[in-house]
């Protein structure tokens, strides 16, 4: 990474490597067993950007995109991205127009909701493309046993008035990483009651889809037709104690601003994605060697003992790096700020600027 050169006046800059997406792309299709592979880009692609995130990954032979909201929706088609996009979380009395209009599914828990999207769809002028959600048990938005049974109901009615069809059904795993635990098993066993259910009701989904990143690496029977992956896609492990070969995706860096004795000046605060809780355990690397946050974290600034290290203004420290060169990586920074990687990705903030690294650049290296 040292032998990318930084960007011209830039203070501090998140290089992401586009060539690692791909990687772990290939990796988690061939950790799919078949499955088809969803890439989780919401957060703007856990800080990565979502767009370049979303276009290497489906080059690399994804066919979906998971998305939160509309507007992360919304982005993608208006950057041109036509591929498949599963939407589930938006508020109360939401107007799905745009969203259908666009194109994209919906992730639907309750019996008024789907009428909502029916209706919607109805003016829209073509069927609305339903994925159906279950609560096996992470109480995140989905529908408990009674509810589903109606809402299997209403979207088999629906279906056949040609207002909704029903492409998935699903659930969200909350513990996946850790097999000991047993509200795993027991999610996994509800799930297929509420699949069985809806084959009882005469509701056949072409997509069962259950598994996110450790799921779709570690749990064979969770993959069905359709796995979800936001955190290993980045190239974060997400199983503890287990290696798969991901490929952390992001580098950020900082250009010291100034030297005063043993101490030198970083531009990267709290606003930054410096977490505020890792004062007195944290390093960044300068010189190849790890050099520790000294005193307080400010919004824009941290200031590191570099001892004698000769240090100049305009050297470049690294915050977080794949990890390769001896740089803290993400997971570094989660353990000392009590966090998951999840929370130090996408906490990078909106001024680091983000700069991309293509295959071809990666190639000419
Ligand atoms: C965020 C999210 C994912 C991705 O989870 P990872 O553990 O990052 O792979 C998958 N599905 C849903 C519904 C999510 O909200």
Do not use: C
Not at 106 to 127: E, F, I, N, Q
Request: proline content about 6%.
């Amino acid at each position: 990474m040292t032998s990318v050169s930084y960007g011209l006046d830039v203070l501090a800059e998140a290089v992401i490597d586009l060539g690692a997406i791909a990687h772990n792309t290939e990796l988690l299709l061939r950790a799919a067993g078949g499955a088809e592979l969803m890439t989780v880009v919401k957060a703007d692609g856990f800080g990565h950007g979502a767009v370049p995130v979303a276009r290497t990954a489906l080059a690399g032979g994804a066919t979906w995109l998971g998305v939160a909201t509309p507007g992360e929706a919304l982005d993608l088609r208006a950057a041109g991205i036509d591929a498949p996009v599963l939407l589930w979380l938006y508020p109360p009395d939401h107007d799905f127009g745009p969203v259908l209009a666009a194109g994209v599914d919906v992730s639907v828990a309750d019996v008024s909701v789907l009428k909502a999207v029916a209706a919607d769809a109805v003016k829209t002028g073509r069927p609305a493309s339903v994925h159906l959600k279950a609560d096996t048990g992470m109480s995140r938005g989905g529908a408990v046993p009674s509810e589903w049974l109606r809402l299997l109901e209403a979207a088999r009615g629906l279906e056949e008035d040609g207002a909704v069809r029903v492409t998935g059904l699903w659930s969200h795993l909350a513990t996946a990483e850790d097999t000991t635990d047993a509200g795993l098993h027991e999610q996994i066993r509800r799930f297929a009651d509420f699949r069985r259910a809806a084959q009882t009701a005469g509701v056949l989904a072409p997509l069962i889809h259950l598994a996110n990143s450790a799921a779709t690496l570690h749990l064979p029977q969770t993959r069905h037709d359709l796995v979800r992956t936001g955190i290993a896609l980045y190239g974060i492990e997400p199983v503890p104690g287990r290696i798969f070969g991901l490929s952390p995706a992001m580098t950020v860096r900082a250009r010291v601003v100034s030297v005063s004795g043993s101490l030198a000046q970083i531009p990267l605060g709290f606003a930054d994605g410096i977490p505020w809780r890792v004062a007195g355990r944290a390093s960044l690397q300068l010189h190849g060697v790890r050099v520790p946050i000294a005193g307080r974290i400010t919004m824009d600034e941290v200031v590191v003992d570099i001892g004698d290290l000769p240090v100049q203004p305009g050297d470049v420290a690294v915050m977080l790096g794949p990890g390769t060169s001896g740089e803290p990586t993400a997971a570094d920074w989660a353990r000392w700020a009590d966090t998951n990687p999840h929370e130090i990705l996408t906490g990078i903030g909106p001024r680091v600027v983000r700069r991309y690294l293509s295959h071809s650049d990666l190639a000419a290296r």
